[in-house]
């Protein structure tokens, strides 16, 4: 399994469409075969700070995610919009505990 997480900050006159960009990546990602991936998103309070966490069964379907046009857009209007470089880390799996798989579905938990 490959893990992989991502921390960036846009600019502020960004943050809305980087929350729409997102949506439609995201969108076309779950026309795919969701067993294979699990690709989860993150904002911090200040609206800013977005953390990407991704996990992939195999480099095949890694590979077909991140080469999908509407994320190949993301990443190319984000990259243009950063306040600085992002951080990204490939990390090992440790152990998890309970799940919201069933609870909401599609991993999409409501706002709180």
Do not use: C
């Not at 949506?23 to 294979?36: A, H, I, P, Q, V």
């Not at 990407?52 to 046009?69: F, R």
Request: proline residues 4%; charged residues 30%; without cysteine.
């Amino acid at each position: 399994m490959i893990n992989v997480a991502v921390k960036y900050t846009v600019k502020p006159d960004f943050s809305e469409t980087n929350r729409k960009n997102i949506e439609l990546f995201l969108e076309s990602f779950r026309e795919l075969d969701y067993t294979k991936f699990r690709y989860q998103v993150f904002v911090e309070e200040d609206g800013l700070t977005f953390y990407h966490h991704s996990a992939y069964a195999n480099e095949e379907i890694q590979k077909q995610l991140l080469a999908m046009p509407r994320f190949l857009e993301f990443q190319s209007q984000r990259d243009e919009n950063l306040e600085d470089k992002p951080e990204i880390k490939a990390l090992k799996f440790q152990g998890s505990a309970g799940s919201f798989d069933n609870i909401f579905g599609n991993f999409d938990a409501p706002e709180i």
